[in-house]
């Protein structure tokens, strides 16, 4: 274990997921989302298969015992991909990014729902914070939308994006049961060519002939999405889960930057005070789940029989 190292890899998977998120944006005129996820998701599977070659884990880590949970983890992803692309083609980035930490929240509550895990007084309060933090972010379209001040497709990306925190949430509680039976790679692989099967399914619906710059951007989108696959992965192999999630958060103020600079996007208050709220209840889970990993440490090394 190495922290330092892990922290470094989890900073750069952030900063590249980043980037193609950027790009996701830059292209959306273009290109409808299941197109894009089509790119996305076919152009990711090289930099995974590199890897696992290079690290000396294929063809083995691509066997599988639960090929029916990954079916159901793809459908999941592949949502929360599309609602993710068709949000960030019609909101600001920061806005989308913001309502996009529900996910994490979202999935406490799903894993108590579907996995029988239990939510106590710090979770409950935590899951209430990061709820009122979402909601805070989309209030004024809400607010908007009876003032007839927002166009009807700005309200669409701010349910899009929501809705694709809900998948998103959904696929954590699949991958935390998959990951009982499945490598890492095999979860990485299964859902890239699942929602490449998935998005062609779109492809009656509106695809476009993209010039070259565009399709070498969608490219380089899949690329980028698989690159942030295998620094995730080494990020959990050189620190704990509770060390590096906090550095996800990251990932508002690169969308700020992002968002100021490239797209002349201006956070509002409203986004700024309820991503500050959802990124404390995110926080607070973290830190209740470390302070429960330090007690089982204990508790297992009390009963540990001392040789």
Same mark, same amino acid.
């Given at each position: 274990?190495? *922290?330092?190292?892990?922290?470094?890899?989890? =900073? =750069?998977?952030?900063?590249? !997921?980043?980037?193609?998120?950027?790009?996701?944006?830059?292209?959306?005129?273009?290109?409808?989302?299941?197109? #894009?996820?089509?790119?996305?998701?076919?152009?990711?599977?090289?930099?995974?298969? %590199?890897?696992?070659?290079?690290?000396?884990?294929? *063809?083995?880590? %691509? @066997?599988?015992?639960?090929?029916?949970?990954?079916?159901?983890?793809?459908?999941?992803?592949? /949502?929360?991909?599309?609602?993710?692309?068709? &949000?960030?083609?019609?909101?600001?980035?920061?806005?989308?990014?913001?309502?996009?930490?529900? &996910?994490?929240?979202?999935?406490?509550?799903?894993?108590?729902?579907?996995?029988?895990?239990?939510?106590?007084?710090?979770?409950?309060?935590?899951?209430?914070?990061?709820?009122?933090?979402?909601?805070?972010?989309?209030? *004024?379209?809400?607010?908007?939308?009876?003032?007839?001040?927002?166009?009807?497709?700005?309200?669409?990306?701010?349910?899009?994006?929501?809705?694709?925190?809900?998948? $998103?949430?959904?696929?954590?509680?699949?991958?935390?049961?998959?990951?009982?039976?499945?490598?890492?790679? $095999?979860?990485?692989?299964?859902?890239?060519?699942?929602?490449?099967?998935?998005?062609?399914?779109?492809?009656?619906?509106?695809?476009?002939?993209?010039?070259?710059?565009?399709?070498? %951007?969608? +490219? !380089?989108?899949?690329?980028?999405?698989?690159?942030? #696959?295998?620094?995730?992965?080494?990020?959990?192999?050189?620190?704990?889960?509770?060390?590096?999630?906090?550095?996800?958060?990251?990932?508002?103020?690169?969308?700020?930057? +992002?968002?100021?600079?490239?797209? $002349?996007? /201006?956070?509002?208050?409203?986004?700024?005070?309820? $991503? &500050?709220?959802?990124?404390?209840?995110?926080?607070?889970?973290?830190?209740?789940?470390?302070? %429960?990993?330090?007690? @089982?440490?204990?508790?297992?090394?009390?009963?540990?029989?001392?040789?």
């Amino acid at each position: 274990m190495n *922290p330092v190292r892990g922290i470094g890899f989890k =900073l =750069l998977s952030v900063c590249v !997921f980043m980037a193609m998120s950027a790009i996701i944006k830059a292209t959306a005129d273009e290109a409808p989302p299941g197109e #894009q996820m089509f790119f996305r998701s076919l152009f990711a599977i090289p930099p995974v298969l %590199l890897w696992l070659w290079a690290t000396g884990e294929f *063809p083995r880590a %691509l @066997r599988t015992a639960n090929p029916a949970g990954h079916l159901w983890r793809g459908f999941v992803g592949s /949502a929360a991909m599309g609602f993710s692309f068709l &949000a960030l083609g019609l909101i600001p980035l920061p806005e989308a990014v913001a309502i996009g930490f529900a &996910a994490p929240i979202l999935a406490t509550i799903f894993a108590a729902m579907f996995l029988g895990e239990t939510i106590r007084l710090y979770r409950l309060f935590a899951v209430a914070l990061g709820l009122a933090g979402v909601t805070l972010v989309i209030w *004024p379209r809400l607010s908007e939308i009876n003032a007839g001040e927002v166009t009807t497709m700005e309200s669409v990306g701010a349910f899009a994006a929501l809705l694709a925190a809900v998948f $998103a949430a959904l696929a954590q509680v699949f991958v935390r049961k998959l990951v009982s039976t499945e490598t890492t790679g $095999a979860i990485v692989i299964y859902f890239s060519l699942t929602s490449t099967v998935l998005s062609l399914l779109s492809a009656p619906f509106g695809w476009t002939l993209p010039g070259g710059e565009t399709t070498a %951007l969608l +490219i !380089f989108a899949g690329l980028l999405g698989g690159l942030g #696959q295998v620094l995730l992965t080494l990020s959990y192999r050189h620190a704990e889960t509770s060390v590096i999630a906090p550095f996800d958060y990251a990932q508002i103020i690169l969308a700020m930057l +992002i968002g100021w600079f490239i797209f $002349a996007e /201006a956070p509002t208050v409203f986004m700024l005070a309820g $991503a &500050a709220l959802t990124v404390l209840g995110g926080g607070i889970i973290i830190w209740r789940e470390r302070q %429960l990993g330090i007690e @089982r440490a204990r508790a297992r090394k009390v009963m540990t029989p001392q040789g």
